[in-house]
């Protein structure tokens, strides 16, 4: 081989070993390139080739290979050392190292992009949409009157959720102009709205909500009110599928449905109530823009609470207005004609406004015997109910409601004292119904709800007393009855009232039940007529055994009397007397079905139920139908002698009303109940004053009790009863009963009977209007009269008879004479001077003692 050959491994062939005169030899020129790896001493030669040299002898190619590996250690050692001089060339020196390459921000803002892309992914993905908070969707049942008109709201929450349909057109667009006027054009979440917030708070503005109505409603309904960055998140990702299920009227409608308004109000059918007294669908445009406007700061710009921020509230207000201007909701000629809608003082809408929690004063007592009404019936479920957002309307008449509750509190508030003892113990309770329709119109519980808890009106505890009576002569015209002379029984049937006597079977047995009439008062032979007047007990006690106890007690239950009630499990002698303990509203709806000519309307208290929201749900009620109870003869029959006893009995107090009235008082044994029971063509309602001890709820006597001896039904309740009536048919024109002429035996009917009066006639009454309408006690007799147990047939469980009001006396009577009138009755010889009494206002039954 040759010696010159050159290894194709030498540097210097490829003219590297040249310098290229600054230093550099020609491999130098490359700049950039990578450093070189190691290279091994003693490199391999390729398969093929010969290491040079090889065929040279020992010494001699001994000293050529170590020259060749001493070449290569030297250019390696140069090649490192330029790689480190070109690595200390591109390294960056001064201001230039805090200047990103393009490299790095370009890299820099894809993987914050793949970040940003990854983080919303996530959430969307992981945040779901909850369940509604519970305050959120809890709403009250609200009760309303009959008109329509708000009775109570009742529940933890003062809201009504209500369709979008109910909310004007004009109402929304106030909201929309105040809120998110972009609202229908813009996603659920506005980013163009929370940049401009946050810019605003950067450059030193007030702050400014970015969150559009979507995000409202999701706070309100799904979130708490924190602020957090947790919360912020959650709202944004919810608001944002939310925007993807939920339509926009949807939305709104919620939104609407969950915003606070202040007064205690959420919703925007709370908030009309609360503050103009009348549905949101009646809202006009301006007072919609001041709803709206209160959504800012609901408390603030409350004008009559916070008078002092009234230019902010007008403001606002303004500026809802303005914006409806802008969006071309409103014209400016609409704009420029409005007025600020003055929102109600809390308060000034009456007694009954103020709502919040619903249960005060009368308010309470109707809520509850609607709730009892509708669950009793199986109208309405327990726990539907109490889980809320029901709309009930009953038949609660809100002028007469206010006309009963006045007439009890005026009439009792002139005698109750503070200083008699006996005046703690004394209750009330009262109920009217209309005759024509079985609809309750108003109740009095009591006091105040709140207060005294017991509804009187409906509590079923204290003997009926002689308000039965009616019920035994009713029953006797029913079927036909006849007395023990075999003479069918009517108004002139005569019977022994002696007091004491004992009563007879139908088969001439005694009974062993001898009752007393009111303070041992003797009257000897007398008409069915007159012992209704004077309420004689010892007649009727007889009259009821003639007529049978199991017929009264069947007219008593047909009437209107619950089957249920104490007293009426077995047929009882006693029943004429009136040991059965019906409620007010019982006995008032016997009572209408006696004005309504026998029919017997339904007991009525709700007219309507339905669910609120969008969804509404219509309860089922039962069809009012009115059922024949007795024949129209048998209940004019009635209604023709429980006129006498206004006209000339112990109800004559009860004329102060100026209307056509029957009626019958009743006080209950040991005073403990007085009870007066009346009706017009129009009204039936019973009145009762009780005797319940304020400490331990005992039934006590009412003895010296507002300011008299005694407290009797034709005293204190009658009056209130005449007070309700007139106030409560005050704008209706006088009608008097349309009765059946061939209502009962032996009767005959002026001409005049169901015409129609044009104006009322001037109330008669006693010498003393102040004064009770019922005379005093009889000389010589005493307080109440024990009972008499019954013995053998017809025995009965009950009290023998109560102690009955005394009739109004017989003036003009010999000395000594007690009031009771001769054997052979008030008419013919023998018989004392007849009752002076005051001109009757009304044509009256030509029905002679």
Known sequence: MNDNHESPHDPDRHGDGEDDGDGRRGADRHDGAPDPPDVPDAPEVPDGREMPGADVPGPARGRRSSA?????????????????????????????????????????????????????????????????????????????????????????????SIPLERVPVPVRQAVLAAEDRDFYSTPAVDPKAMI????????????????????????????????????????????????????????????????????????????????????????????????????????????HAHPEHRTQ??????????????????????????????????????PEADTSTGLGGQRGYLVETVTEHLTDAGLVDADRLEAGGLRITTTFDRNAQQALTEAVESELAARLSADREQDAAVRAGAASV?????????????????????????????????????????????????????????????YDGTSGREVLARDGRGTGWAPENAEGAQYGTMTVEGAMNQSVNAVF????????????????????????????????????????????????????????????HPLTLVTSVTSTGSGEEKFPLPPRRAERAIGRAAADGTTALLQRVVRHGTGMAAQAA???????????????????????????????????????????????????????????????????????????????????????????????????????????????????????????????????????????????AGAEEPGPGVEGAPEGMTGAPAPGGMDGAGAPPPLVLPPVPFPAPQLPF
Not at 334 to 340: I, K, L, S
Not at 440 to 465: C, I, P, W
Not at 584 to 594: K, S, V
């Open 658 to 800: 100026n209307r056509p009235a029957a009626g019958k008082t009743g006080t209950a044994e040991h005073d403990r109940a007085a009870w007066f029971a009346g009706y017009t063509p129009e009204l039936a309602t019973v009145v009762m004053l009780l005797g319940q001890d304020p400490a331990t709820g005992a039934q006590m006597s009412l003895y010296g009790a507002l300011g008299s001896d005694r407290v009797y039904g034709g005293d204190v309740p009658a009056r209130i009863w005449a007070r309700y009536t007139a106030s409560a048919l005050a704008d209706r024109p006088v009608r008097d009963f349309d009765l059946d002429r061939t209502h009962e035996p032996g009767a005959d009917l002026p001409d005049d009977y169901g015409t129609e009066l044009e104006t009322p006639p001037e109330p008669p009454g006693p010498a003393d209007p102040t004064g009770p309408a019922e005379p005093a006690e009889t000389a010589g007799t005493a307080g109440p009269v024990e009972p008499v147990e019954p013995a053998g047939p017809g025995d009965t469980e009950g009290p023998g």
């Open 313 to 350: 509230a007008l403001a606002r207000w303004n500026y809802v207005l303005d914006g409806m201007v802008a969006s071309d909701w409103l014209s400016e000629e609409e704009r420029r004609g409005m007025a600020f809608p003055e929102p109600r003082t809390p308060g000034a809408s009456g």
């Open 541 to 600: 006690a007889q009259l009821g055994q003639d007529v049978g106890p199991d017929r009264v007690r069947d007219v008593v239950v047909r009437l209107g009397i619950p089957e249920d009630t104490p007293g009426l499990e077995e047929a009882q002698g006693s029943i004429a007397l009136g040991t059965v303990t019906p409620s007010a509203l019982d006995l008032a709806h016997a009572y209408a079905t006696l004005a309504a000519h026998g029919l017997r």
């Open 434 to 494: 209309e005759t024509a329709t079985g609809k309750v119109l108003a109740l009095y519980g009591g006091t105040d709800f709140t207060e005294q808890f017991v509804n009187n009106a409906t509590r079923r505890d204290y003997q009926a007393a002689s308000t039965f009576k009616p019920f035994v002569y009713a029953a006797a015209l029913e079927h036909a009855s006849t007395d023990r002379s075999g003479e069918p029984i009517g108004p002139r049937s005569e």
């Open 68 to 160: 060749f590996r001493a070449r290569v250690r030297r250019r390696l050692r140069l090649l490192r050392a330029r790689a480190r001089a070109r690595a200390r060339r591109r390294r960056r020196t001064g201001w230039r190292r805090l200047v990103p390459t393009w490299r790095m921000v370009l890299g820099g803002a894809l993987l914050s992009v793949a970040l940003a892309c990854g983080a919303f992914a996530a959430g969307y993905l992981l945040v779901d949409i909850p369940e509604p908070k519970s305050v959120a969707a809890a709403e009250a049942n609200t009760f309303l009157y009959s008109d329509g008109s708000l009775l109570a709201r009742v529940g933890e929450v003062n809201r009504e």
């Open 196 to 303: 401009r917030a946050g810019w605003n708070m950067l450059r030193g503005g007030a702050p400014q909500s970015g969150s559009t109505i979507t995000q409202q409603y999701v706070k309100n309904y799904y979130l708490d009110q924190s602020r957090t960055v947790d919360r912020k998140v959650r709202e944004f990702f919810i608001a944002l599928k939310l925007g993807h299920k939920v339509s926009k009227d949807d939305i709104l409608e919620g939104y609407l449905n969950t915003s606070y308004f202040g007064r205690g109000a959420y919703g925007i059918q709370a908030a009309a109530r609360a503050y103009y007294d009348k549905d949101a669908d009646r809202l006009t445009t301006a007072e919609g823009a001041y709803l709206a406007a209160l959504l800012n700061a609901p408390s603030a710009y409350d004008v």
